[in-house]
């Protein structure tokens, strides 16, 4: 039973590029979460998804980030313009509905320059 | 209010010691309280997890100790190897997201 997958593990962009980040869930889990860790902190949630909805936004910064969660394919973060303070690693979790153990995936580690 | 807050930032113990990692929150709210573990490069793995209508649970070397009334928590580790030195993150949950705290990176020495 393969656990929470993203892709890609790094990313380097230029400032102004845009980042796309991919999750898929584990198996039979329709609840996806976003947290962003900055370097030497802890991890801070951005957003919450279940297909084809966003439940909780509240972590997003207002500009620029995106997620989305479609009926079929992995939950996309997205930012676009980045900027070096966005360098941070993204971790993606799962949950099976009405359970509140979140799985985490492996994270990618977004580097701007 | 939505703030956990864990403390020691670091830790080191020798081999077979018992590191205690404590955490605090305010928000009354909060009804679940995972610990994690991450090593580096890697995504953080569940450890264990207690509800603040339990007083102590324990996994294995891991034990939660739960103090409701005090707004605390700790995690206890019996007979820490250095496989153990990693870093551990205690989290609250508030509706459907967890709020971490800081992180505290452990050292168990051989």
């Known amino acids: 039973n393969a656990g929470v997958m993203q892709n890609p593990r790094h990313l380097v962009r230029r400032r102004g590029q845009e980042a796309r980040l991919r999750c898929s869930p584990m198996k039979g889990h329709s609840h996806v979460y976003w947290y962003r860790q900055l370097p030497e902190e802890g991890l801070k949630f951005m957003v919450y998804l279940q297909k084809e909805n966003i439940i909780d936004e509240s972590g997003m910064p207002k500009e620029r980030f995106s997620a989305e969660f479609p009926k079929e394919g992995p939950s996309i973060l997205r930012i676009q313009q980045v900027v070096r303070g966005d360098s941070a690693a993204y971790f993606c979790?799962?949950?099976?509905?009405?359970?509140?153990?979140?799985?985490f995936g492996p994270g990618t580690r977004l580097l701007v320059l | 209010q939505q703030q956990v807050k864990q403390s020691p930032q670091s830790l080191i113990v020798q081999k077979g010691g018992i590191p205690i990692i404590n955490c605090a929150y305010e928000n009354t709210a909060f009804d679940y309280f995972p610990w994690y573990q991450q090593f580096p490069g890697k995504g953080p793995a569940l450890l264990i997890a207690i509800r603040p209508d339990v007083s102590e649970k324990k996994e294995g070397r891991f034990t939660i100790s739960f103090n409701k009334s005090a707004k605390q928590f700790s995690l206890h580790i019996m007979d820490s190897q250095p496989g153990d030195s990693a870093t551990y993150f205690c989290a609250a949950r508030h509706g459907n997201k967890l709020v971490f705290g800081a992180g505290t990176i452990l050292r168990v020495k051989s």
């Open positions: 979790a799962s949950s099976p509905p009405a359970l509140e153990t979140q799985y």
